[in-house]
């Protein structure tokens, strides 16, 4: 597999369900990254995870990272219709800028 | 609240045309970068820019394509003499240092 690789490819559910999408990659990293894209429409930052974290917190979003098994998951809670998008993981290459590797991205989508 | 601008949002060009995709970085923000996601792939990194030069470039970048800075807000990403292939949504993003990245809202870029 390639790095940041997140797995399902897509994931329907209802309203008020959670998701969760996981993401694997492949080198070491600084951080990683999570994103999310509504169609045709620009990269909007979701969270960052440094390396030496494991778990983060941001509103409905939580985020772990296990660098021993070079994975991430984000959850999302109590999802709405509006989190229907696609989210990606992107890692630093850890080349002293934040130069991204992004994966393919999960596409969810919440249901009413 | 801050964000990264791209010009235009659609850009129809004919082949082996050149063209310049415009970007205005968040104002305080250091480094500077060029993704770019073909339609059903994945986002790609193409280039990286600090301090007035190319920091980190991808095999993606080569000779056809160029970075400039023209002035203290603009960003640009020039293609020389565009291919079929190189039809895709391109991104800007910026960062204060390794940090979370900022991306546009994307130039969709058709060439015919």
């Known amino acids: 597999s390639q790095q940041g690789e997140e797995d399902p490819q897509a994931l329907s559910i209802q309203e008020g369900e959670n998701a969760t999408m996981n993401c694997s990659y492949k080198t070491s990293i600084n951080n990683l990254q999570w994103y999310r894209q509504n169609s045709g429409r620009g990269l909007v930052h979701l969270i960052l995870i440094r390396s030496n974290e494991r778990e983060k917190h941001s509103g409905r979003l939580r985020v772990t990272l296990d660098t021993s098994k070079k994975s991430s998951s984000l959850l999302i809670t109590a999802s709405r219709a509006a989190d229907t998008a696609s989210y990606f993981c992107?890692?630093?290459?850890?080349?002293?800028?934040?130069?991204?590797?992004f994966g393919k991205g999960t596409m969810l989508l919440v249901s009413p | 609240e801050p964000e990264v601008t791209q010009t235009p949002s659609h850009q129809v060009t004919q082949m082996g045309q050149e063209v310049i995709l415009r970007c205005v970085p968040i104002s305080n923000h250091l480094y500077f970068y060029w993704y770019r996601q073909i339609l059903g792939q994945k986002v790609e990194f193409l280039v990286s820019?600090?301090?007035?030069?190319?920091?980190?470039k991808s095999e993606i970048f080569d000779d056809q394509f160029s970075v400039e800075r023209p002035d203290g807000s603009n960003f640009t990403l020039k293609i020389r003499s565009t291919k079929l292939e190189d039809s895709a949504m391109y991104f800007c993003?910026?960062?204060?240092?390794?940090?979370?990245?900022?991306f546009g809202q994307g130039t969709r870029l058709t060439v015919v």
């Open positions: 820019f600090y301090n007035n030069e190319i920091s980190e």
């Open positions: 993003a910026s960062t204060r240092g390794i940090t979370e990245a900022f």
């Open positions: 992107a890692t630093d290459r850890g080349t002293g800028y934040s130069t991204l590797t």
